[in-house]
């Protein structure tokens, strides 16, 4: 055979639909192709079905950092939309130690026995060394978590005020659009930027200790002023009559405080998540509110005020990203780092120095 028709031959071959060459590449490609294909568009309907599995998926596209999987969560939120805004979302907060999983559980079984559908977005705090976060709150729900009617989703806070997940609102609307009938949020501990989850939740329940010197630390204006509702944990043995003598400590400070914008009066009730009592008592009681404030109209009022807040927030995000992530700025930040070190210049200073340049760009 000649050069030419051996050359022929080969060519014939490579372009053979077997060949275990060109072919085989290409028809991977074409795989990798079709399924993601696949998955952006069957991802909203499956989520829609209800599909816990596809839920997951989409939340994990929401929080990532990459460029692709942001755009693409941003078409699956903006499609979800339409079927959110149906549950009742509330958010728990609480120092550390006073058993937010722990009731957060006991809470979640008691509604799923009242056939409703929960989700739980139960943030974990990020480190400030390892960035690493332990998102143990699945284990720390063993029975909730086996439920059908119930979803948990622990999420790392990252940077964000109030050990607030960055991506929580969105998550929201993606369990929403899933049927979830009641959205938990369990946040990392109390502080003033707690008021994160309070501008995405209709409910705020503080969760608190009797006889850990915690209840000087409930007088403090900023939570109280959110909280709808206190809950006495923990109200069981020999902590029973302590937890008595709190809630009455915590209702005298009530009385010190303005009315609420929405006319509802906060209540102090005891319970105990590890006997399960008085969880019934809490779900009455935010059903109480919830039909206070849907008939005077703040319900909806409120839903509106934290979509605005919520689109100055995406704003400010957006700005702080675009700054930081310029090159000229990225050199520069490095150059008065550098000058700051050396005494050159204040951090003030330099703060005017990049605002200045950043009108530049």
Sequence with gaps: MSKTTHKSALNQSESTPGSPHVNTASAGKIKAFRKKQQTDQDLKDQLLARNKTALSRGITLVESNQVNHQKRA???????????????????????????????????????????????????????ISRGSILGDKTRMENLVTEENAFIRPSPSGESLGGVARKTRETIILCEAAGFDVILIETVGVGQSETTVHSMTDFFLLLKLAGAGDELQGIKRGIIEMADAIVINKADGENLKPAKMARLEFKRALHLYPPKPSDWQPEVLLCSALDQTGISEIWELIQEHQNAVKKNDYFNKNRREQNKFWLLQTIDEHLKNRFYQDPKIKKALQEQLTAIENNETTPFMAAAHLLELSKTL
């Design 74 to 128: 941003e078409k699956l939120v903006e499609a979800c939309l339409p079927y959110a805004n149906k549950s009742i979302r509330i958010g728990i907060t609480g120092v550390p130690g006073v058993g937010k999983s722990t009731f957060i559980e006991a809470f979640g079984s008691y509604l799923v026995k009242q056939g409703k559908k929960v989700a739980v977005l139960a943030v974990d705090p990020t480190s400030t």
